[in-house]
Structures are given as C-alpha cells and as structure tokens.
Nanobody, 123 residues
Framework: QVQLVESGGGLVQAGGSLRLSCAAS????????MAWFRQAPGKEREFVSA????????DYVDSVKGRFTMSRDSAKNTVYLQMNSLKSEDTAIYYC????????????????WGQGTQVTVSS
C-alpha cells in the first residue's frame, strides 16, 4: 500500500514557476512508477509526466516538454514536478499517482492517487 500527499500548488503569474512535491508513505519498490496528471475545470484528467522509480527515465506530454521537469529523491520517497514558463492553460488540479510496473500515460493503470493540489496561473 502506498499513500501519496501532494504539496506546492498555488497562484502564480504567467511566465512564473512552481515546484510540486509528492511524498510517498513507505518505500516505493524499485519496480514502481509514478506520474503527474492534471484536471482543468470541465475537462478530463490529462497525463502530464511519469517516471520509473528504479531507473529514472521520464515521459512528458508534448504541451509541457521543455517547461516541466519531473524528478525523484529516493532518500525522501518524494517525486517533484518543476514547472517553469507557466501558462494560463496549465491551470488545473494536479494529481500524483503511483503504480506497480513501468510508467504509462493511462490514468486507469495507476492504483494509488494523492488528493490533488491546485495550480492557478494568472495571465
């Protein structure tokens, strides 16, 4: 069982930066992967990025490539999402998720979810 707690959301002006954190209880197995998803008002949940815990290869949706960076700190059982050059269209609730096995963009594959953290980008 893995419990996830996100933090770091807030209000920022367009062009600014935020760093989201997701702390995992227990120790994620090296065979697990974690991801960030987001959901804007009136829209479906969207994949943002994912990372394999054991070997930190990453995957990003095209709209955030070059602006967002996902990383993990094994000692702290925490993953991060560094978000730079934020745009108004990045406004959403951001969710951290975890699963056993390799990373995927499919939200239905993730068994564990955090409560979400709000990111609001003002233009």
């Amino acid at each position: 069982q893995v419990q996830l707690v996100e933090s770091g959301g807030g209000l920022v002006q367009a062009g600014g930066s935020l760093r989201l954190s997701c702390a995992a209880s227990g120790r994620p197995a090296s065979s697990m992967s974690m991801a960030w998803f987001r959901q804007a008002p009136g829209k479906e949940r969207e994949f943002v990025s994912a990372i394999n815990w054991g070997s930190p290869t990453t995957d990003y949706v095209d709209s955030v490539k070059g602006r967002f960076t996902m990383s993990r700190d094994s000692a702290k059982n925490t993953v991060y999402l560094q978000m730079n050059s934020l745009k108004s269209e990045d406004t959403a609730i951001y969710y951290c998720a975890a699963k056993v096995g390799g990373k995927t963009r499919s939200s239905s594959a993730y068994a564990y979810w955090g409560q979400g953290t709000q990111v609001t980008v003002s233009s």
